[in-house]
């Protein structure tokens, strides 16, 4: 047996049933759906993107916390469509479609349903598989970043808004420094909910200028 091994994972296991964010998301699964929920009500908290009857692309969304939290934001009339890879339980308001993002297919089908009309928040939560390599997985979150910033230039309104997350490393300036070029304020976020050990952070852009 690998006792290094079994000793980390025991920490590990430990931190996880320890922490306050998960055990909130599982004691009402139906609201939070995942700790994501939590960091996105902290950055609205801070960032104030939400208002009534606005249109949201959710880029990986499943299971659904940044989807729930955003359909008790917006009002009777707005509408999410949300895209993940892997499936997601249905939730009010929210188009979901199972798919990568990267396929045409998919992204055919949120043009059709957008039917010409843009919209006013574009937000992904969009993961690569960890590999715990920073080489790897910087690399493949930025590339994931490429594609929601390029949706921004063909989907997002004028003085929408962009929320996107991403890993701190190498990449990461120039990524940033393209997305301020667009937007009028763009900022870093660190939510609590975000554990801080993670490199991930998010970026908050707002008042599209294209
Ligand atoms: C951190 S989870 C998202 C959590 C979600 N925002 C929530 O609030 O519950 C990251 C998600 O990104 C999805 N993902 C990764 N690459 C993707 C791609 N190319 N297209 C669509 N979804 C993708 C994964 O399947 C995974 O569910």
Redesign the pocket.
């Known amino acids: 047996m690998n006792f290094k091994k079994n000793k980390k994972s025991k920490k590990w296991l430990k931190n996880y049933f320890k922490d306050s964010y998960i055990r909130k998301a599982k004691r009402n699964i139906n609201k939070f759906?995942?700790r994501?929920?939590f960091k996105?009500e902290e950055i609205e908290k801070k960032h104030k993107i939400f208002r009534n009857n606005i249109t949201i692309i959710?880029?990986?969304?499943?299971?659904?916390?940044?989807?729930s939290f955003a359909a008790s934001k917006i009002g009777k009339k707005g509408k999410i469509i949300a895209?993940?890879?892997?499936p997601m339980n249905p939730i009010q308001k929210v188009y979901f479609y199972q798919g990568?993002?990267?396929n045409s297919i998919i992204l055919n089908k949120i043009l059709r349903i957008l039917n010409k009309t843009k919209v006013q928040i574009i937000m992904s939560?969009?993961?690569?598989n960890i590999s715990g390599i920073k080489e790897i997985d910087i690399p493949r979150i930025i590339h994931?970043n490429e594609i929601a910033l390029k949706l921004c230039y063909s989907l997002l309104e004028y003085n929408g808004s962009f929320l996107i997350k991403t890993f701190q490393g190498k990449g990461l300036t120039k990524y940033y420094n393209k997305i301020s070029s667009v937007f009028k304020t763009t900022k870093i976020s660190k939510p609590n909910a975000s554990r801080s050990q993670s490199c991930e952070i998010y970026i908050v852009a707002k008042k599209y200028k294209n």
């Open positions: 759906r995942s994501s929920w996105l959710d880029l990986g969304s499943s299971p659904g916390g940044w989807s895209c993940d890879i892997l990568n993002i990267c939560d969009m993961s690569p994931l």
